[in-house]
């Protein structure tokens, strides 16, 4: 049974295609050196236009004069939302935006925004040396160094030196950590439950946040931060795995690329945290086989986090305490415990 492997390696050469989603320009060459937060590739802008009927919309008769609901003036650029005429009375009408644009004409009670949709751009992810470039579709950026993937990300990317605040893999974010000597720095705490704490690290101008895990009422405010917030095992209290620990702390001072984005299974993608190191390592299998020795990670309750390696494939189906049959093996825990776990529930780590 092959599954997704999980990356945690102290050293492996990392090589990531970055495509863009139609033909558009590559902006770097093979062989140079990019940066985490640097645009390799984007599509063009394009335009498109859109037809707001005014009587229609604000329900005006043949007679009304149209300039007394709408004040707007040919070449005038709007942005979405805004007002383009409204009808007072007792049922006030409004008529609003829906793109970003620029206002081409006026006529007939009708209004035509030419709507501009910005370029989509691929950024390069991680420091590292464009490998290939793929005309007018993208690059390969390969690097060697250590390499963490994590479960969930706030879609930012960005670098910067790591300063640890965490002990122990369990050491909770409070506010009272931060401060501004930490300004332009990438932090790593075990778990965050205050909001506070992700407040001041906007306040400090962090450069980019990991953590083991984080309560899931704080991920709305995550998503609004403006650096990087990558988490690495779940959400709730759940500590840093011993392996990802053990790579971090000994990282401390070091230069890291926080790549946050959004957990893709479709596409292969999900968050990433590279240590670019003066070394050579070899590519490692993002497949592997549900066996005896594997090293996995737990995601069953009340084993979340836990870390250890499978003694035994069990064959065939096996019942579980919740009554249901499935496949399972048996898995010895770091602290020398062994449990049953469904293969489903076991994240295999390499």
Do not use: Y
């Amino acid at each position: 049974m092959q599954t997704p492997v999980t990356h945690i390696l102290p050293l492996t050469l990392i090589r990531r295609v970055r495509l863009l989603p139609a033909p558009g320009k590559v902006l770097v060459r093979a062989g140079q050196e990019v940066h985490a937060a640097d645009v390799v590739a984007e599509t063009a802008s394009h335009q498109r236009h859109v037809l707001l009927d005014v009587r229609r919309a604000l329900q005006l008769s043949a007679d009304e004069d149209l300039k007394q609901v709408f004040d707007r003036k040919v070449g005038e650029k709007i942005q979405k939302g805004d007002l383009i005429a409204q009808k007072g009375g007792l049922f006030k009408r409004v008529l609003v935006s829906p793109e970003d644009g620029v206002i081409l004409a006026v006529m007939g009670g009708q209004v035509l925004i030419e709507a501009v949709t910005p370029p989509t751009q691929i950024f390069a992810g991680f420091d590292g040396r464009v490998a290939e470039v793929i005309a007018d579709q993208g690059v390969v950026i390969e690097t060697h160094g250590a390499l963490l993937q994590g479960v969930w990300g706030n879609n930012q990317i960005g670098n910067g030196l790591l300063i640890s605040l965490a002990k122990s893999p369990a050491d909770d974010l409070s506010s009272s950590l931060l401060d501004v000597s930490m300004r332009g720095a990438v932090l790593l705490a075990g778990t965050c439950s205050e909001a506070s704490a992700l407040e001041m690290a906007r306040d400090i101008h962090l450069r980019g946040l990991i953590l083991g895990s984080i309560s899931a009422h704080l991920i709305p405010l995550a998503e609004k931060l403006e650096f990087p917030v990558m988490v690495l095992e779940g959400f709730g209290q759940i500590p840093i795995s011993t392996p990802a620990f053990r790579i971090l702390s000994t990282s401390e001072k070091r230069e890291v690329c926080l790549n946050a984005t959004r957990w893709d299974a479709f596409h292969g993608e999900r968050p990433e945290l590279v240590i670019p190191l003066p070394a050579q390592g070899e590519v490692a299998q993002d497949l592997a086989a549900l066996q005896a020795g594997r090293k996995v990670r737990l995601t069953l309750a009340p084993w979340v986090g836990a870390v250890g390696s499978i003694e035994q494939m069990l064959p065939g189906q096996t019942a579980l305490p919740n009554g249901l049959r499935a496949p399972a093996a048996r898995v010895r825990l770091e602290n020398g415990e062994v449990h049953t776990v469904p293969s489903v529930n076991l994240d295999v780590l390499e």
